[in-house]
């Protein structure tokens, strides 16, 4: 695939930052009040496949419950308008929810997808470097804040490195395709499906975040609307947590479905699909330990403004099955 299509791809996935509330009853209500749950994604991911399911839908209608979408192209925002109150609940990586805490913890961990997707440090199949270590002096590119961002601090560590010793080049996806297309940066951090689809093209993988650490993804809400509706957001989880079970047993359906939203190349998607793990549970200590160890090294290397307590805003979840 060439590098034009390449970007194409990314650039699909980033089509859209944010489409407009319009349920009524804005705002985290009261149990009984609620008529609507406002629920922040990102179209290249497991919530797609809820959405085009429209299980959660059925689910809320004998409740008299509305379900919006809101679409948005990166995990950051969608945690900005949880801590604002503007969305109830969103999905997104490990690394956005340390930030979101220190600027504002009005959000908690309400479930976690563990090991969920893949994510790798890639160069061209062509560069000179051929391991971690290699990395000492060059251009990193990477999402700020993002899980890749700390997928390289992990990875840097592995290979006894400092964040110092590389050159930190923080882009989005598609600006960092591009770069990396062109030689402008000499190594690239990403997530599938981004990953997948660069590896449609001629790359090495250094090393996956597995390698290097556990990259769980979250489930996240706003904390006033879990305070008031407990049983709410654990019939949500319970819905959502049985979709993601489908996924598992059903990869050329959900791929095909993430593909007919997207437009992403079916093949990416499959791959993508095929080596994430599905399993949806309650947000565990361990879960917040490998949080705060990551929130530390932020915080170490002078990029987290204050030191955070990830297990001050793990909320607890009781599956019904």
Do not use: C
Not at 47 to 65: C, D
């Amino acid at each position: 695939m060439g590098v034009f299509m390449l970007r194409r791809q990314v650039l699909q996935i980033l089509g859209s930052a944010f489409v407009s509330s319009t349920l009524a009853g804005a705002g985290p209500g009261l149990a009984g009040d609620v008529k609507g749950i406002r629920i922040g994604y990102q179209k290249a991911g497991i919530s797609t496949i809820v959405k085009q399911r429209q299980t959660l839908e059925a689910a809320f209608k004998s409740q008299g419950i509305g379900i919006e979408w809101v679409e948005f192209a990166f995990g950051p925002p969608i945690l900005e308008g949880i801590n604002t109150g503007n969305l109830d609940f969103g999905f997104t990586g490990d690394t956005p929810p340390i930030f979101a805490q220190a600027a504002a913890a009005n959000l908690v961990y309400a479930a976690t997808l563990p090991d969920h997707y893949a994510e790798g440090i890639v160069v061209q199949e062509t560069s000179p470097i051929k391991s971690l270590a290699d990395l000492k002096g060059k251009k990193v590119g990477f999402g700020k804040a993002s899980s890749a961002h700390a997928t390289l601090l992990y990875a840097l560590e592995k290979a006894g490195l400092a964040y110092s010793d590389i050159e930190p080049i923080y882009l989005a996806p598609a600006d960092a395709l591009a770069a990396f297309a062109r030689g402008s940066i000499d190594a690239w951090s990403i997530w599938d499906p981004y990953l997948a689809i660069a590896q449609t093209g001629k790359v090495r993988v250094l090393a996956y975040a597995s390698d290097v650490r556990q990259p769980n993804t979250f489930f996240l809400a706003n904390k006033a609307f879990a305070s008031n509706n407990p049983t709410l957001l654990s019939k949500l989880l319970d819905v959502i947590a049985a979709d993601v079970h489908w996924t598992g047993e059903h990869h050329a359906e959900a791929a095909q479905a993430i593909h007919d939203a997207s437009g992403i190349d079916l093949q990416a998607i499959r791959n993508t699909i095929d080596r994430s793990h599905f399993v949806v549970r309650p947000t565990t200590e361990a879960d917040a330990a490998s949080q705060q160890n990551t929130a530390d090294r932020f915080l170490k290397i002078g990029l987290l403004p204050k030191p955070i307590k990830v297990s001050d805003i793990v909320w607890t979840w009781t599956p019904s099955t």
